[in-house]
């Protein structure tokens, strides 16, 4: 779990993930895959969604408590891709695509 933690706030400080390799999860595309493949994002991302409130300033953190309706979790159903959206806005982009990066980036490769 400290690992973990090291990662995420690494990844939220220095902003290691970079545009170039950002996901639009606005876009269908990427919306599509995120939903096919929410299993697999949730896997990632729900263990670390409770670390959030000592990462990120307590705006950040008050945004995805907001958007998850205050829960440390995603939603169990594939979400709308209007949901899609607003996470994309609430969660930091880095954050973003340590959950679901390298997932979407294969789906939309692989044509999924």
Partial sequence: MFKSWI???AAVICGAASTAYAIDFH????AKCAINHWDEIRAIADPKLSMMDSILPKAGAQRIKDLLGGQNHL?????SREWLARASDAIPEPVMNMFGRDIINKC???GH
């Fill in 7 to 9: 990662a995420i706030a």
């Fill in 27 to 30: 876009s269908e595309e990427a």
């Fill in 75 to 79: 939603p169990t159903n594939p979400p």
């Fill in 108 to 110: 939309m490769s692989d």
